[in-house]
């Protein structure tokens, strides 16, 4: 069983910027592809940024990329998102993700991911 604990949360001016952890524990973390997603009040759930094992490969929904960075660090089992010059609209609660591929291949399905933590709100005001 996989456990995924978000935080770093919490309410930011139009502007500024937040930084997410996720600590995860369980089945070998550096074997698998991380994510975040993020689901606003009456919105579906979408994709925000995806990260592959290693951390040398990365991609970002077109709405953050430029602005939101993702990085893990597999010796302390955790994947961060660095959110810069944030907007109202990235209002939501933010989740973490695992997926069950290895090696480069990286997803933005839903499908794919297996296991998720219990969510972080992010507030962003104008």
């Known amino acids: 069983q996989v456990q995924l604990v978000e935080s770093g949360g919490g309410l930011v001016q139009a502007g500024g910027s937040l930084r997410l952890s996720c600590a995860a524990s369980g089945r070998t973390f550096s074997r698998y592809g991380m994510g975040w997603f993020r689901q606003a009040p009456g919105k579906e759930r979408e994709f925000v940024a995806t990260?592959?094992?290693?951390?040398?490969?990365?991609y970002y929904a077109d709405s953050v990329k430029g602005r939101f960075t993702i990085s893990r660090d597999n010796a302390k089992n955790t994947v961060s998102l660095q959110m810069n010059s944030l907007k109202p609209e990235d209002t939501a609660v933010y989740y973490c993700?695992?997926?069950?591929?290895?090696?480069?291949?990286?997803?933005?399905?839903?499908?794919?991911?297996?296991?998720w933590g219990q969510g972080t709100q992010v507030t962003v005001s104008s």
């Open positions: 993700a695992q997926n069950s591929w290895t090696g480069d291949y990286l997803t933005a399905k839903r499908i794919d991911y297996v296991y």
């Open positions: 990260i592959n094992w290693s951390g040398g490969f990365t």
